[in-house]
């Protein structure tokens, strides 16, 4: 068995069921250790923790990435192309609207990448995306 270090971010949230609906039950994370004012989730082994806090965050701003400004700051996860088309499907169905809608970044390039970007109820915003060829995640 080797070993993967595992990130631990923490993301204000100034409502902790909207929070729980969303991690929980829209992008399907399970649950963690929690009190009024955390709470703890599981994604895909990193630790992401929601802290309620009294206001929503405010975006800091844009990057132009290919064609779109992406929002800043964001968090997400890299997964394979057929979970990522499975994870759209589940976003859709559940009526989350995204900043970006799900495309394919860079084709034909070593950087080649299916990509989305949304935000959870209090403003944070995600990006999931899937490498064609996940070799190439770090090439120039």
């Not at 994370?29 to 630790?47: A, I, M």
């Not at 132009?64 to 192309?81: A, K, M, R, T």
Request: glycine share 8%; net charge negative.
């Amino acid at each position: 068995m080797s070993y993967r270090p595992a990130v631990h971010l923490a993301i204000p949230v100034d409502d902790l069921v909207a929070a729980r609906s969303f991690y929980g039950q829209v992008l399907g994370l399970p649950e963690g250790r929690s009190t009024d004012h955390w709470v703890d989730w599981n994604l895909e082994g990193h630790q992401l923790v929601t802290h309620l806090v009294p206001a929503a965050p405010q975006p800091t701003g844009t990057s132009l990435v290919g064609d779109h400004p992406v929002p800043i700051p964001h968090f997400g996860l890299l997964v394979d192309e057929q979970r990522f088309h499975r994870f759209t499907e589940r976003l859709r169905t559940a009526g989350v609207r995204f900043d970006i809608e799900p495309h394919l970044r860079f084709p034909g390039e070593p950087g080649e990448q299916w990509t989305m970007f949304f935000r959870d109820p209090a403003g944070n915003a995600l990006e999931f995306k899937s490498f064609r060829d996940e070799s190439m995640v770090f090439a120039r």
